[in-house]
């Protein structure tokens, strides 16, 4: 049974430009979450999939979209983007969508210069 | 008022003490209690979750909820080096779709 995986671990952008992130699910499960975590904080919900349907979205603007494949991996797309975009991105992906069942990758670290 | 307060720390302890971690949360909607562990460099994984006031053991942790209080904690027993790591307390919700909201984290050092 693989874990989540995630692709970039690291990326470099510049101020306005666009990113896309690549997240692959936990065999066997059919939610994946986005979160946001800058440094010293904890993740910030931004949207869930079940489904390949938004499920769900946190207070992130539109410039933030997503989707999810028919085999459950998932993108995040951010826009535009900005100095404070600067940070951890989590994929998690699970079966309910509810979050104790929630595997975790190990993040995508953006930064934004 | 934020959704969730815990202590950020860090909090430095001795190897064999025993560690304890607080969180508040200000919402009630809130049905499911969790504590995550987050190694450096890594995502959080899921230590031990719970519906219900009261206690949960797991080994060499113990989950505390008091919905009346509107708190939860973490016990954490004869406690390791490799215990080292943030501790995350997270909460989740259904409304219309499932959302866990997460504490700040507080970062523990267990010193051998």
């Known amino acids: 049974e693989t874990g989540v995986t995630q692709s970039p671990t690291h990326l470099i952008k510049t101020r306005g430009q666009q990113v896309t992130l690549r997240c692959s699910s936990q065999s066997g499960h059919n939610t994946v979450s986005w979160y946001q975590q800058a440094l010293g904080q904890g993740p910030q919900f931004i949207f869930q999939y079940y489904r390949e349907e938004e499920n769900g979205r946190g207070n992130f603007p539109p410039r933030f979209s997503g989707l999810q494949f028919p085999n459950y991996s998932s993108e995040l797309n951010v826009n535009a983007l900005e100095l404070d975009d600067s940070a951890l991105y989590l994929c998690?992906?699970?079966?309910?969508?509810?979050?104790?069942?929630?595997?975790f990758g190990s993040g995508t670290r953006l930064t934004v210069v | 008022q934020k959704e969730v307060e815990q202590d950020p720390g860090p909090l430095s302890v001795p190897e064999g003490a025993i560690v304890s971690l607080n969180c508040t949360y200000s919402?009630?909607?809130?049905?499911?209690f969790m504590w995550y562990r987050q190694y450096s460099r890594k995502g959080p994984e899921l230590l031990m979750y719970t519906y219900s006031s009261g206690n949960k053991e797991d080994g060499r942790f113990t989950a505390q909820v008091d919905k009346s209080s509107k708190y939860i904690s973490l016990f954490i027993r004869d406690s390791q080096p490799s215990d080292s790591a943030t501790y995350l307390c997270?909460?989740?919700?259904?409304?219309?779709?499932?959302?866990?909201?997460f504490g700040a984290g507080t970062r523990l050092f267990v010193k051998a």
């Open positions: 998690a992906s699970s079966w309910t969508g509810e979050g104790y069942g929630y595997t």
């Open positions: 997270a909460w989740g919700e259904n409304t219309g779709g499932f959302k866990t909201i």
């Open positions: 919402n009630s909607a809130f049905q499911y």
